[in-house]
């Protein structure tokens, strides 16, 4: 049961344009949203996160946008680097008596080509 | 640097053996997560310990076991290891009252 799903494996992008990484989710329960970045043989980075509350945050060149009524959120990284070229999960929040489930996606490969 | 602490971060080991996997969280987070992430997989989910209560279970095979110790470092315990076990290991800690989740480096385990 995939509850959160990045449906591309990969995306390519050129420098300096706009990056779009998309995310679906299908619990309405989760109430916090996260993207996290990863390099090979790293573990993933905290980059950015939104409360079911909100439909926009912005940190620098990353916004995240939450749609609920589509149970979608997305990642906009403007202008891209090639510093970004990782692979991005996103990620849902549950909280459950007390403990919180932490649920990812299968990821998204972003190349930035210069 | 996340501060979270995983060791060992490479372990080869043969099918049927028991390995023990060791984290140690941010200083003053109270929460550790266990995760798997197989080959071209995205990060599954095992356990969560918070203050050495467990809290949260995934998709975790009863050959595999987690604590949380007082000084509340946590170790996952995996045995009777397959070869379908090789894959990366992290753990990640959070403090009791924010949501975001820091990742150590991951253990990979290879099992041969």
């Known amino acids: 049961d995939q509850q959160v799903k990045q449906n591309s494996p990969s995306l390519s992008v050129q420098e300096g344009r706009i990056s779009i990484l998309n995310c679906d989710y299908t619990?309405?329960?989760?109430?916090?949203f996260l993207w996290y970045k990863k390099y090979p043989a790293e573990g993933p980075t905290f980059l950015i996160s939104i409360s079911s509350i909100k439909d926009k945050n912005e940190d620098g060149r990353f916004t995240v946008f939450l749609n609920k009524s589509a149970k979608h959120l997305s990642l906009h990284i403007v202008p891209s680097q090639p510093g970004d070229s990782a692979v991005y999960f996103c990620?849902?929040?549950?909280?459950?008596?007390?403990?919180?489930?932490?649920?990812f996606g299968q990821g998204t490969r972003l190349t930035i080509n210069p | 640097d996340s501060g979270v602490t995983q060791t060992p971060k490479h372990l080869i080991t043969a099918t049927g053996q028991r390995v023990t996997l060791r984290c140690s969280p941010r200083?003053?987070?109270?929460?550790v997560y266990w995760y798997q992430q197989s080959l071209d997989q995205g990060l599954q989910f095992l356990i969560q310990?918070?203050?050495?209560?467990?809290?949260a279970k995934g998709n975790i095979l009863e050959r595999f076991s987690a604590q949380q110790f007082p000084d509340l470092h946590s170790e996952l315990n995996l045995s009777s290891l397959e070869l379908g076990d090789s894959a990366l290991y992290f753990c990640a800690s959070s403090p009791g009252t924010r949501t975001e989740a820091f990742f150590g480096q991951g253990t990979r385990l290879t099992v041969v």
């Open positions: 990620a849902a929040l549950r909280r459950i008596q007390g403990a919180q489930k932490l649920v």
């Open positions: 200083s003053g987070d109270l929460s």
């Open positions: 310990y918070y203050n050495g209560e467990e809290r």
């Open positions: 619990n309405s329960m989760f109430d916090y």
